[in-house]
């Protein structure tokens, strides 16, 4: 089993960025392919970036590319989403997820959740 600790969520300007950061426990961290998902109020809850196991694959949600680089670091258990060029748009509790391939995390199907973190993007 995998438990997840997202950090780095807050309030931040349009145009800003932020990073955050999921800590995983468990010495299997390295087999699961790592994502992110959100959820914005009375929305639901929708896919943002996911990266395989070895960190060779990445793969976003089509509003996402461009703007959130998803990498991993598995010395260090941790999965990272670095956000640019925030919108009011991108405000939303931001969900990290592990799960057995990137097919998975992307169609939400299965896998480990965390507790999320509350992103908020002023206008």
């Known amino acids: 089993q995998v438990q997840l600790v997202e950090s780095g969520g807050g309030l931040v300007q349009a145009g800003g960025s932020l990073r955050l950061s999921c800590a995983a426990s468990?010495?299997?961290?390295?087999?699961?392919?790592m994502g992110w998902s959100r959820q914005a109020p009375g929305k639901e809850r929708e896919f943002v970036a996911a990266?395989?196991?070895?960190?060779?694959?990445?793969t976003y949600a089509d509003s996402m590319k461009g703007r959130f680089t998803i990498s991993r670091d598995n010395a260090k258990n941790t999965v990272y989403l670095q956000m640019n060029s925030l919108k009011p748009d991108d405000t939303a509790v931001y969900y990290c997820?592990?799960?057995?391939?990137?097919?998975?995390?992307?169609?939400?199907?299965?896998?480990?959740w965390g507790q999320g973190t509350q992103v908020t993007v002023s206008s």
């Open positions: 468990g010495r299997t961290f390295s087999r699961y392919a």
């Open positions: 997820a592990a799960g057995i391939n990137t097919i998975v995390l992307r169609t939400q199907s299965g896998g480990y």
């Open positions: 990266i395989s196991w070895s960190g060779g694959t990445t």
